[in-house]
């Protein structure tokens, strides 16, 4: 019989099939154009549901796929076989789900789709013009199925830009984790602070716990009145109850948290502190429902620093060589730049060259404010990685970049930029390249990486 996929780039084509259908068209406002149902009619006529496992769900406005990985690896750390769902990706699709970090294998991927696509078939052949199955949809359908396989026992999942209508988070999650909650989105999430809160909020499911880093007193209430409104116990982390930045280590950072001590976290980014301390918080939750090491128990403690410091997250204030030193990361508006910047203060030697590929939809400008107060020189680039994107024209990109640094130039791809940017660097310099995660995959295949497992 012949196989229906003969590659990943076919099983891909066929997952965005039904969304390529409205021709890329803006969508409106989630509430009106998101359905869950054709994901929920999959997962039960596949009984997709059925095996006892512990989920949790994250999702905020940053810092919720780092959150998301943090907890994956604790958990693994105490013994737990962990799924992970993840996106965006950077290099395959098959990034998205893992098993104890490691990738879904290509065949795997194959297999279980070819199984799951009759029934695919039938459900998109009963939708109209307006509706379609969305991607996530089949992916978590996809991954619940090899999970199934793998025997994963607790599973941590990403939810996209929502929470309420977002196919991720239909499954029974009994955590709920809350990064920070700002703007974001507003044409599909709301114009409101309170509103995107309301999305996201739609993660707390009937009796579950849901924790939250500080927000807005606006969020919180939100929040708040969701799990009133399902018995479901919410608590915010305190100001006070933050883990707190303690210096820097040749690879990463080091933060004081409670019981754990000083602990390190295999991560550059400053703001790590605060995805790491809900994921400590939200793996307590999740390890007390499963069996394994006591809460309590010094094998807990040293479980929960080992898991920090095995922390494997590409493409997040990454350094990719040194001399010159090379820093990835995928900032695309001003606060992201700005925090990624002041977290490589002491790592960062002159001269200082920055590259830039940030699409016009994004804060493009913010970036190039940023970086253009931190270096000595800056390269804006392009990807034709996702031909949806769409960069600022050249001459406009270079008229606001030089607004903040004097010298200036573009390139078309990223290869180009990075050839000049070494160059001008020597090496003894630093080189930052910030921008889209297209631009990010850009330079993990430049040097050569693989991420199939973190």
Partial sequence: MTNRFANESEAIAYIFRSLRKLGGKTRGPDELTRDVSPTLTLLKTHNLLRRPRQYGVVTGSKGKGSTTVIAARLLEQLGHTVGLITSPHLVTYRERIRVNGRAIPEPDLLRILEELAPTIDTIEAGLNDQQYFSPQGIFLAIALRWFDEQGVNAAMLEVGRGGRFDDIAVVPNRLALFTPIMLEHTEHLGETLER???????????????????????????????????????????????????????????????????????????????????????????????????????????????????????????????????????????????????????????????????????????????????????????????????????????????????????????????????????????????????????????????????
């Fill in 196 to 454: 995107i809160a309301w999305h996201k909020a739609g993660i707390i499911k009937p009796h579950c716990y849901a924790y939250s880093v500080p927000q807005a007193p606006e969020v919180l209430a939100v929040l708040q009145a969701e799990a009133d409104a399902q018995d479901a116990e919410f608590a915010w982390i305190a100001p006070n109850d933050m883990g707190q930045y303690r210096g820097q280590t040749e690879n990463g950072i080091l933060m004081e948290l409670g019981r754990y001590g000083v602990v390190e976290i295999s991560l550059l980014g400053r703001y790590q502190v605060a995805n790491a301390t809900l994921a400590v918080q939200g793996v307590g939750n999740m390890h007390s429902r499963l069996p394994g090491i006591s809460h309590g128990a010094p094998a807990y403690v040293e479980a929960i620093r080992a898991g920090l410091k095995r922390v494997n997250w590409p493409g997040r204030l990454q350094k990719l060589q040194d001399r010159p030193a090379v820093y990835l990361d995928g900032a695309i508006n001003a606060e992201s730049a700005r925090l990624a910047a002041q977290s490589l203060e002491g790592r960062l030697t002159d001269p200082i060259i920055g590259i830039i590929g940030v699409p016009e939809d994004k804060d493009y400008l913010g970036v190039y404010t940023e970086l253009g107060l931190v270096c000595d020189a800056l390269i804006l680039t392009e990807t034709t990685r996702n031909v949806t994107l769409r960069f600022p024209e050249r001459e406009r990109a270079l008229a606001a970049a030089r607004r903040f640094n004097n010298d200036v130039t573009h390139t078309k791809t990223l290869d180009a930029a990075v050839d000049l940017a070494l160059e001008r660097a020597g090496s003894d310099g630093t080189v930052l390249i910030f921008g889209t995660q297209s631009i990010v995959a850009d330079a993990i295949q430049r040097w050569n990486l693989s991420y199939e497992v973190i």
